[in-house]
Structures are given as C-alpha cells and as structure tokens.
C-alpha cells in the first residue's frame, strides 16, 4: 500500500495517482554587450572614452524560468553594482538593460576594467559572461615631420606637408586640418578632412613670400579628446 492522507472517516484506498517533476540541471546562457550611448552595442572588448557612459546589456537563454530574486546580476571591476535591470522577455530569451554607469567615477584606472553578468535560474543554476573595458583619458598627438621650422626649409610656394598623427589605446575618429588668413582662425573658415590614416599629406599654397598663412590642424580620437 502507497502512503495516503485522508481528512474524513471514509475507508482508505491504495493511492495510484503519480507524481512527476522536472530536475533542472542546465544553466542559462549569458551574452553580454556593452554601449556607450545605450543604441550602439558591441559585444567585444572596448575602449570608452573617459567622459563616457557604460551601458551593458545582457541577453539570457533560459527554457524553465529565471529566479524571482536577483536574475541577473552586474558587476564593474569585480564589485557587484546595485543596479536592477529592465527586463523584455521573448520566447526563451530574456533581455536585461541595466541604468548607465558613470564612467568617470573609474578615471584613475589605467588598466582594463572588467564588466559581467551572472544570471540565474529558477533552479538556482548560475552561468556568467565578461567582457573587458579600457578606460582612454589621452587625446591624440598630430605632428607635421615636413617642411620643418628650420630656416632652411622655409617656402614661398605650393609645399607638400607631411606629417603623422597617433593615438595609444584608442584610433582615430576624425583628422582635420585648416589654413587660416594672417594665422588667425575664425568661425568662417571651412576645416577640410584629411581622412583618419596614421601618415597624412596636404598641398600647402604659401602665397607671397611674406605671406602670413598658417596651416592648423585638428584631430579626435575614438574617445573623444582632441
């Protein structure tokens, strides 16, 4: 005879009705992405500019359900964050975006930060995805190599300068470059893109030989200093 519970005098009877269950042993799966404007992910290593904003996304695969307490949890150089995420849910997968991490709170720290999310299932199955940061707080540097300063290289006609332009951890987003009248820019000037290779050369009209034209440059970088 089965073990039977009863709540009247009625006479006893074997218990065949079965009991099932489901043992769940698979961990979720976890994808994280990270942003520094909440529209634009990328789901690789990544250099932010210090002015910057973090936006992580995590994207969790997970057939049976996620736990009612902390689903996913974020962490920012291995210190979890408080930081409740928004969740979307379709199919199996749920999406979790978290609020924006103020990045200049980590301006002191030169090496890669790491970022990650640890979701966790209803059963109590944890899974966890990283992903590094490198925080650039340096502006690129621009240098013309010719014609140098030297008298000696002094023009008075079309010139072709050369010169280079660098930036450690980040690359470059824009290059730029102006000839102003009398040396002076003002807002009417038009600056003329140079393209973003390393090495860079312009044709240079120097005019009379006492010709005050100048020619200033201009670069950003990925990170946004220039």
Do not use: C
Request: aromatic content about 8%; glycine content about 6%; cysteine-free.
């Amino acid at each position: 005879k089965r073990p039977y519970l009863t709540d009247s005098s009625n006479e006893k009877t074997d218990n065949q009705t079965g009991v099932s269950f489901f043992f769940d042993t698979s961990a979720p799966t976890v994808k994280i992405s990270l942003s520094e404007d909440g529209i634009n992910y990328s789901t690789t290593n990544t250099i932010f500019g210090g002015s910057k904003n973090l936006y992580v996304r995590a994207e969790v695969e997970e057939a049976v359900g996620m736990s009612t307490k902390d689903p996913a949890v974020l962490s920012v150089g291995g210190v979890k964050q408080e930081n409740t995420p928004s969740v979307t849910k379709n199919d199996n997968i749920y999406t979790y975006t978290f609020a924006p991490i103020v990045l200049s709170d980590y301006s002191d720290n030169n090496d890669p930060i790491s970022v990650s999310v640890t979701a966790e299932d209803s059963a109590g199955n944890t899974n966890k995805d990283i992903l590094n940061i490198t925080i650039d707080k340096d502006a690129p540097t621009v240098k013309i190599i010719s014609p140098t300063t030297a008298l000696s290289d002094a023009v008075s006609s079309s010139v072709s300068i050369k010169g280079i332009v660098q930036d450690d951890k980040s690359s470059i987003a824009k290059l730029e470059y102006v000839i102003p009248k009398n040396g002076v820019e003002d807002a009417s000037q038009e600056w003329k893109a140079m393209g973003t290779a390393a090495s860079w050369d312009i044709t240079f009209a120097s005019g009379a030989p006492d010709s005050s034209d100048s020619l200033i440059y201009y670069a950003v970088a990925e990170n946004g200093y220039s």
